[in-house]
């Protein structure tokens, strides 16, 4: 049997379940090494945006429904479904920056990280995911919580238009002027997006020359004291402070206990125009009443952008096995953090983690205005199990989900990019606001009437 089918007008690679190559590329799909047994009728790799209307016809005529993947980062795996096409736009990873005007036109595979440390380069910035491997389609379309989103806000904030085919196969332009209920879905729809993103045009930002760290290391057991005193520090941090918890495992190199220890990590980056700025940003943290207990610490240490995604590389390793959840609450850090606290002293992997970003997107609700992704909480967690082998898959997705139960009764919604959409039939729906969630449903039934996208993926 041959590796591929040729298909009219796609250029790229079409292949059918029982074509040869089918199995490598299905194992491809996903970053995650942990592979729902979900496979579509097809997959189609699109070679240019020009394949993408002719895969949309193609699979209007074979009646499939269609799901889009760009990087492959959903922990839960969203695009990959049983049955229908999975059009896949990694290969899309053209991009085309105009220094003057301060905005980028870029296509859905390109690498977050590659285009951070390009723009930075010619002094220019954009707020990039944290992971140094995430494409910008899937973050983009889902809100994305990216670096100083406490002052740039979610990167869709910074979008200005896409350029998409629909579901009739038709390449359309979106912003606030045309097509305005598309582009408003686009900013936030995540994996339910009723259309392919070819393009995202984006506003930029002046690179900060200073970028510096404060962080402190203390042992699990500060966890609510360390918590009480950050968040209430935090509302002396302006803006372009970016503050969060992680609950893990000491690194090796703080310790020679076996078992390694568990630990809070205090940490606050400050992006500044100079130095002398980020030192007297994080000022309100230079005290910590429990820096004595500290396993390790740094007070405004400078940390480069690549230093960032390379630390952060570090964390989210190729080749592991990976779930994650998200929680939205009103409940405060010292309670949330005491609760996971407990749960990371039972997690089965010393590789998993929480993490608790303060404010990831800011304080100013005009930075998410007019769009379908929005805040839904004054905290926001994240606990993520990652392990290496397939025989720990079912002790380490039981301790997520009890986890998550531990602090789901304060719970408020979910954020649509990492949310486990397995877990729970209302995953999806608790993302959003009820008339953003009714909006979304309106939209969609404008622009792709016969269900030619997959909606959101469900348990």
Known sequence: MSGHTRAPGIEGVVLWRGDAAYDRAWAGVLWNEVR??????????????????????????????????AGGHSWCGSPLRDGGMLLDLSALRGWDIDSASATATVQPGVIGSELALELGRRDLAF????????????????????WNSGLWGPACASVRGIE?????????????????DLFWAARGAGPGFFAVVTAFRLRLYPRPSSVMTTSYVLPLTYAEQAARWA???????????????????ADPSLTA????????????????GTEQEAVLALEPLRDCPFAGSALARQTAEPSPLDALYSNAGTVFLAGHRY???????DADYGTLLTRLGSMMTAAPSDKSLVLAPVAPVGRDED?????????????????????????????????LRDAMRAVEPFGTGHYIAEADLTADASRAQRSYVPEDWERLRKVRAEYDPEGVFHSYLTP
Do not use: Q
């Not at 002719?54 to 005529?61: D, E, F, H, N, P």
């Not at 998409?164 to 305005?180: F, I, K, L």
């Open 257 to 272: 206990e076996v078992p390694r220890p568990k630990v809070v990590i205090v940490a606050a980056t400050a992006f500044a």
């Open 164 to 180: 998409a085919v629909t579901a009739d196969g038709e390449a359309v332009r979106c912003d606030a002027e045309e097509n305005p």
């Open 231 to 249: 968040a209430e520090a935090a509302h002396r941090l302006p803006p372009n402070v970016e503050l969060s918890f992680v609950l893990g495992t």
């Open 127 to 146: 707020p990039a995911g944290h992971c140094p491997s995430v494409a910008l389609g899937g973050y983009l379309l889902s809100g994305g919580l990216g």
């Open 323 to 329: 779930a994650a959840d998200t929680l939205w609450s």
């Open 36 to 69: 729902p047994e979900r496979y579509p009728d097809v997959i189609v790799r699109a070679a240019s945006e020009r394949d993408v209307p002719a895969a949309v016809g193609l699979a209007r005529s074979h009646g499939l429904r269609v799901a889009v993947r």
């Open 367 to 399: 930075l998410t205005a007019d769009m379908a992704f929005s805040a839904l909480g004054e905290s926001y967690v994240v606990p993520y199990a990652i392990w290496d082998e397939p025989a720990g898959d079912d002790a380490n997705f039981r301790w």
